[in-house]
């Protein structure tokens, strides 16, 4: 007999621009069928003309980065559940910061996958970073054994802190004696990747290398020369210290590098500018043997350094003038994004700002808004003609197929019975203190949405129901490809 039936929905899938009214069947927590007028079950839900999304693949979070990685997997999992996100793929890596650690993924992940056990509330799965030479020779055994296919390159972190101006990147990267994270060492991680696919051609798909694309020496120089200038503070100052031809650079090498080792699988992460998805696009059509994937952040959609709720909204890259804002919608409009994520880092007020509390360069980088990514992108979206269906692949399907997910992504029979229900007619106010994270502000603290998600389900379970968290964790660590 079917678990559970959805009655009375509007589905929303990639495959279409708008929504289809039908009901959905699951059972074992998969979806088996997918219509109108369907019959027999145990628990009936009337959804109440809302619509139904595929459950949200929020493709960047990082949990445990600047909160104990347990507290993170359950409070921030309950505030992507808010979300509509079923799905959190979280990057980390060793060195300060997550588990204050470095050495050997064989012995650092296994303590990862420990201390999130039993405490989300969706699915979720990592990326890696290979911060030394030794985690290059691992990536293989990364894919296999721990079902880890995607990677990562922090491009600034060799010279410039996370935060700003660094003289000791060394000991905050935890390296092996002689070793240095530099273009040398990404262009070995390039190698590495490749040989990962090559090794596991039947994965090769599924193998792929992401980058966040900064150039330390241009940001340094640039931090001096607004220090110097004294001409701008807050959003705008550190918008301008660390400038959008850093990224655009950042981005012609990255791509560069991965033709000289014929890496074919590229993520070009969180892209804030207009100048770094131009130099994106550019890259494409230069090297279209690559196949190049464009990511960018809700926080970048909706906020910029004038209307964003103070330092709150610092994050690398930068939150950006508005003509940056209005640049990016021209490239999720066109088609060129690839898909959006929150980029949620959850940083607690007596650690986000510093002394004194208003200037920016002393405040840590990165914020939390996975619950409003599927809220802010409809807002935002449909009033600028984005269609439901393109939203869907933005949220869900085009992140799940890159990253290995295999039963998520759309509300199809034999997919996992991830869905969230949306209100599209409810406006509301974001509030930070609404949020089941344990971050006490919002960049988007007052911003008025025009779409609420009301009810989450993660394989079948109902773990928020009618805006409120529900039952127990259920989420699982995903071993991709699944």
């Known amino acids: 007999m079917t678990e559970l039936l959805?009655?009375?929905?509007?589905?929303?899938?990639?495959?279409q621009d708008e929504p289809v009214a039908a009901d959905i069947a699951v059972e074992d927590g998969r979806i088996v069928r997918v219509g109108p007028g369907l019959t027999g079950a145990g628990e009936?839900?009337?959804?109440?003309?809302?619509?139904?999304?595929?459950?949200?693949?929020?493709?960047?979070?990082?949990?445990?980065?600047?909160?104990?990685?347990?507290?993170?997997t359950g409070s921030e999992s309950r505030a992507s559940a808010q979300g509509g996100v079923t799905t959190a793929l979280t990057y980390m890596r060793t060195g300060q910061y997550y588990l204050n650690k470095g050495g050997p993924y064989a012995e650092f992940f296994p303590e990862v996958l420990r201390q999130a056990e039993g405490?989300?509330?969706?699915d979720y799965g990592f990326h890696l970073a290979p911060m030394s030479s030794g985690h290059i020779d691992e990536l293989p055994d990364l894919v296999e054994r721990f079902g880890v296919p995607s990677f990562k390159i922090f491009m600034f972190y060799g010279g410039h802190g996370l935060h700003g101006r660094s003289d000791d990147q060394r000991a905050f990267l935890?390296?092996?004696?002689?070793?240095?994270?530099?273009?040398?060492?990404?262009?070995?991680?390039?190698?590495?990747?490749?040989?990962?696919?090559?090794?596991?051609?039947?994965?090769?798909?599924?193998?792929?290398?992401?980058?966040?694309?900064?150039?330390?020496?241009?940001?340094?120089?640039?931090?001096?020369?607004?220090?110097?200038a004294g001409d701008l503070s807050g959003l705008a100052a550190y918008s301008a210290s660390r400038p959008q031809h850093s990224e655009g650079l950042a981005v012609f090498i990255a791509s560069y590098l991965a033709h000289e080792t014929g890496l074919a699988n590229v993520n070009l992460l969180h892209l804030s500018s207009r100048k770094a998805l131009d130099a994106a696009v550019?890259?494409?059509?230069?090297?279209?043997?690559?196949?190049?994937?464009?990511?960018?952040?809700?926080?970048?959609?909706?906020?910029?350094?004038?209307?964003?709720?103070?330092?709150?909204?610092?994050?690398?890259?930068?939150?950006r003038p508005r003509e940056d804002v209005e640049a990016l919608w021209e490239y999720v409009l066109d088609g060129t994004v690839d898909w959006v994520v929150s980029d949620h880092a959850c940083?607690?007020?007596?650690?986000?700002?510093?002394?004194?509390?208003?200037?920016?360069?002393?405040?840590?980088?990165?914020?939390?808004?996975?619950?409003?990514?599927?809220?802010?992108?409809?807002?935002?979206?449909?009033?600028?003609?984005?269609?439901?269906?393109?939203?869907a692949a933005l949220t869900s399907w085009n992140p799940a197929k890159r990253y290995g997910l295999r039963t998520k992504g759309t509300i199809a029979p034999?997919?996992?019975?991830?869905?969230?229900?949306?209100?599209?007619?409810?406006?509301?106010?974001?509030?930070?203190?609404?949020?089941?994270?344990?971050?006490?502000?919002?960049?988007?603290?007052?911003?008025?949405?025009?779409?609420?998600?009301?009810?989450t389900f993660v394989r079948g379970n109902h773990v928020l129901d009618a805006g409120k968290i529900v039952g127990r964790p259920v989420g699982r660590y995903v071993s991709r490809p699944a």
């Open 6 to 15: 959805l009655k009375n929905v509007k589905v929303v899938t990639h495959e």
């Open 44 to 72: 009936v839900i009337d959804g109440g003309g809302k619509l139904a999304f595929p459950g949200v693949v929020d493709a960047h979070q990082h949990w445990g980065i600047y909160n104990p990685l347990p507290d993170d």
């Open 119 to 122: 405490r989300a509330y969706v």
């Open 174 to 228: 935890m390296l092996p004696e002689g070793e240095r994270y530099d273009y040398a060492h990404f262009e070995f991680v390039m190698r590495g990747v490749q040989a990962a696919r090559e090794r596991l051609p039947e994965l090769a798909g599924e193998i792929s290398l992401s980058l966040h694309c900064e150039t330390a020496e241009i940001m340094t120089a640039y931090t001096k020369l607004v220090e110097e």
């Open 282 to 319: 550019r890259m494409a059509a230069t090297f279209p043997h690559i196949d190049f994937r464009r990511e960018v952040t809700i926080g970048h959609l909706l906020a910029d350094v004038d209307t964003a709720s103070g330092l709150g909204a610092k994050v690398n890259p930068p939150i």
């Open 347 to 391: 940083c607690r007020d007596e650690l986000k700002f510093g002394d004194p509390r208003d200037d920016v360069f002393v405040a840590k980088a990165g914020f939390g808004g996975a619950e409003y990514l599927l809220p802010g992108l409809i807002t935002e979206g449909r009033r600028r003609g984005l269609p439901y269906g393109r939203i």
């Open 414 to 455: 034999g997919f996992d019975a991830d869905i969230c229900l949306v209100d599209p007619a409810s406006t509301w106010t974001v509030r930070a203190q609404d949020s089941e994270s344990t971050q006490e502000y919002t960049p988007f603290e007052g911003f008025e949405l025009t779409a609420k998600v009301t009810d």
